[in-house]
């Protein structure tokens, strides 16, 4: 079975600043990562993925993570928040590219100005 | 972006009613949909993946005859919420795959209240 492991709950920030969200996996097998926003009330809109190849992946909305099998990590970054990145963050594990989903406890991003 | 819907996008109902959730989606052929609860400040937790023309796998904990899940067509899949109690209130979510090894997309979300 597959874990996923969000340290942080709530993460405030500036507008502007650097941000980094963690997310840690645990699993007996190989598996993809994912990440996703919500605002709220919706639902779910992939960030970013990844499946192989290159450990840093660039997103939408100028987000980026990087995959860490070492340290089995994949946490998320931006380099200059937005107010408007103010959401709910939820970092995923799949066997497979994104059926069967599990999700971390999420974490909430709140940017201030 | 493929594109799935979720209807409605919440509702009030009245302690011991069933509520109707459509999943839809617009622009591909879902093999496979999947539906999660969300509780306030929580994760998404799978309840149960549904296939088109078969019955629903439902995880562990979950009431198969309480959450009906159908899946009669490939571009539709139906979570009916029986006998709802304040306890099923919750934010529920689907989502929808088109193949095995394919990216899922999700509706927006349903808000059900359960008075």
């Known amino acids: 079975a597959q874990s996923v492991t969000q340290l942080d709950s709530q993460v405030p920030v500036f507008e502007e600043a650097p941000v980094e969200l963690r997310c840690n996996y645990s699993s007996s097998v190989s598996v993809y990562l994912f990440w996703y926003v919500q605002y709220p009330n919706q639902g779910l809109q992939l960030l970013l993925k990844y499946l192989s190849g290159s450990t840093l992946v660039k997103g939408i909305n100028g987000f980026e993570a990087e995959f860490n099998k070492s340290q089995t990590s994949f946490h998320l970054r931006k380099p200059s928040v937005h107010i408007s990145d103010t959401a709910e963050y939820f970092c995923a594990v799949s066997l497979n590219a994104g059926n069967m989903l599990t999700f971390g406890g999420g974490t909430r991003l709140m940017v201030k100005p | 972006g493929a594109v799935v819907s979720q209807h409605p996008s919440w509702v009030i109902c009245k302690s011991g009613t069933s509520v109707k959730i459509e999943c839809r989606s617009l622009?591909?052929?879902?093999?496979?949909m999947f539906w999660y609860r969300q509780f306030p400040k929580q994760s998404l937790m799978l309840m149960a993946t549904s296939n088109e023309g078969s019955k629903a796998t439902y995880e562990q904990g979950v009431e198969k005859d309480k959450f009906l899940i159908n899946h009669a067509s490939l571009t539709l899949s139906t979570l009916t919420v029986t006998s709802a109690h304040p306890e099923d209130s919750s934010f529920y979510i689907c989502s929808a795959v088109a193949g095995f090894d394919t990216e899922a997309f999700f509706g927006q979300g349903t808000r059900l209240t359960v008075v």
């Open positions: 622009d591909f052929q879902a093999t496979t």
